[in-house]
């Protein structure tokens, strides 16, 4: 199979996660550290180090998937894809601080200007603000959907960064609903794990990362040589 093929109609959001479930739960304390860790470290340099460790904890989820057991350091061999990776954070993170920044200037300035507001007008502004808040957030959501098999993308193919994010989207397009279903899916296990004081939300983000892998695997088997 070559890197531009992929199957389609093989997501089943529920199965998915089933099967994410089985293929973690023997490490599961292992993986937990290991997401923890690189989520962490990740977000001391955010742009330039979450790239390589989204990397890092997919190789772990590739090799859990081929049977083998885990450790620490192979979450740094994330840096292997430093390049291709950071291209790829960048790629998703620069708009999103856009979003941010596209939400924050403007409430600011209605709240400088709120005195000189009627109410009519500050209504009117917050609501205008608001509608562009939730188209931004549509898009960034299609956007973040339409790039959810990159990562893995560069850890089992090698592809640079372009390749990656034009395969994912492709693959996504044709899984539509599947992948649809499973952002359902994760959204559902998310809120679950935020019931439980918050702090569950960190003991769901394995299972969330790993569905996504065992998806990413359906729509793309596996190769015939392992990972090294």
């Known amino acids: 199979m070559s890197y531009t093929e992929f199957k389609t109609g093989v ?8 099967e994410a479930w089985a293929m973690i739960k023997d490490q599961f304390w292992m993986v937990l550290a290991i997401t923890i860790v690189g989520i962490l470290i ?3 340099i955010p742009i330039v180090l979450i790239g390589p460790m989204m990397c890092g904890i997919y190789l772990v989820l590739f090799q859990i998937y081929e049977g083998r057991t885990v450790d620490f350091a192979q979450l740094f061999k994330g840096f292997d894809f430093f390049m291709p990776s950071l291209i790829l954070a960048v790629i998703i993170m620069v708009p999103t601080l856009v979003l941010v920044f596209s939400i924050y200037i403007p409430m600011v300035g209605v709240a400088m200007a709120g005195p000189r ?15 562009i808040v939730l188209l931004e957030t549509i898009v960034m959501v299609c956007l973040h959907t339409l790039l959810i098999f990159s990562f893995p993308l560069i850890v089992d193919k090698k592809m640079s960064a372009i390749d990656a994010i034009k395969t994912s989207a492709r693959a996504v397009w044709k899984n539509l609903s599947g992948v649809a279903g499973l952002f359902a899916a994760g959204f559902v296990v998310a809120l679950v794990g935020y019931a439980m004081l918050c702090i569950g939300i960190y003991l769901v983000l394995p299972l969330i990362i790993a569905a996504n892998l065992v998806a990413y ?8 040589t392992h990972l090294g």
């Open 11 to 18: 997501i089943r959001p529920v199965e998915v996660y089933k």
């Open 42 to 44: 990740g977000s001391a």
């Open 117 to 131: 507001l009627s109410e009519t007008e500050a209504m009117a502004a917050i609501g205008s603000i608001l509608a």
């Open 217 to 224: 695997r359906k729509v793309f088997p596996a190769p015939t």
